[in-house]
């Protein structure tokens, strides 16, 4: 993108009063596709006519859309996004359905069985922005949600997300700053954890590689370092039933569904031609019934 400041006026008396056309034309000229587009949210997030003109730099400098604005739009969710913040990708979203889709499959087969179940018990790890659990909590009913990152500033994001609606959210590494009282608890586990490879990493679009965490980006040389720690120690924390969901990509499925089998969930693989979305899905058995169960 280009550096140089946008020819847009600052004295007008509102946003709405500059030229729609010197938005669309100073962020085209910067290489944004979605020109029109952006202007829109831009005009109509702008407080002030100098609001506008200091978001367009922004945006013309290279900083992604969604920490431009302070939001992103998931699932049909207004997720506050801090500069330095990863960004929920529109492909996550098909994690946060498949995760609900669980959560409803396993509520119905209680419902069917006769069970009488406690709140849902969500656990988000490489929680980011808060995205995935607040999705979570805003499309099923009694969620105990759990989140947990490893970046401070993705803490303080995903808790403005999520702390309203009930969500704790953690900072540390994986599992490690989470409640005990969780083991063998946890109905879903949901994680889109780093899958880049690292020697891909300068592939990435500018906007990803220079104004997002590394440690969200990278996942080791094969990507799947990350990856592998959440499976191996899934097992630990869901209960019987329950199932861990993972992000990945449609050529790292294969690997991912290994390590699932050799975590002794049972695996299985969703995807989305239409976001090129792949999630693996391990679920944990259920534990054997007794003679009168």
């Known amino acids: 993108m280009s550096v140089s400041p946008s020819p847009l006026p600052r004295s007008a008396a509102s946003p709405e009063a500059l030229s729609r056309s010197l938005v669309v034309t100073a962020l085209r000229a910067a290489g944004c596709v979605f020109a029109e ?43 506050t996004v801090d500069p330095g913040v990863f960004v929920p990708r529109r492909r996550t979203e098909f994690l946060a359905h498949q995760a609900v889709a669980v959560a409803r499959q396993a509520a119905d087969q209680a419902d069917r069985a006769g069970r009488v179940r406690p709140r849902t018990v969500v656990v988000d790890l490489c929680c980011g922005s808060g995205a995935v659990g607040a999705t979570l909590i805003a499309a099923l009913d009694g969620v105990e949600l759990h989140a947990v990152d490893i970046d401070p500033a993705e803490v303080r994001c995903a808790h403005r997300n999520v702390a309203a609606a009930g969500g704790q959210v953690y900072e540390g590494d994986l599992y490690e ?24 990493i300068g592939l990435l679009p500018p906007e990803a590689r220079i104004h997002e965490p590394r440690v969200a980006l ?35 499925a294969p690997r991912t569904v290994e390590a699932v089998a050799r975590a ?18 391990g679920t944990r058995p259920a534990l054997p019934r007794g003679p009168g169960g």
């Not at 006519?49 to 049909?76: I, K, N, S, T, Y």
């Not at 002794?264 to 899905?281: F, K, M, Q």
């Open 218 to 252: 990278d996942g080791g040389a094969d990507g799947l370092d990350v990856v592998r720690r959440v499976i191996a120690e899934a097992p630990l924390w869901l209960a019987p039933d329950g199932s861990l969901l993972v992000e990945t990509s449609e050529r790292q």
């Open 177 to 200: 700053p989470l409640p005990a009282t969780l083991r063998g608890r946890v109905d879903v586990l949901v994680a889109c954890a780093p899958y880049v490879p690292t020697e891909a």
């Open 37 to 79: 587009d952006e202007a829109q949210l831009l005009i109509s997030t702008a407080q002030t006519p100098a609001d506008l003109a200091a978001m367009v730099d922004r945006r013309v400098a290279g900083l992604p859309l969604e920490h431009v604005l302070g939001w992103a739009e998931f699932c049909g969710l207004r997720i």
């Open 264 to 281: 002794g969930l049972i695996p299985r693989v969703a995807g989305s031609d239409e976001l090129n979305a792949t999630v693996v899905i």
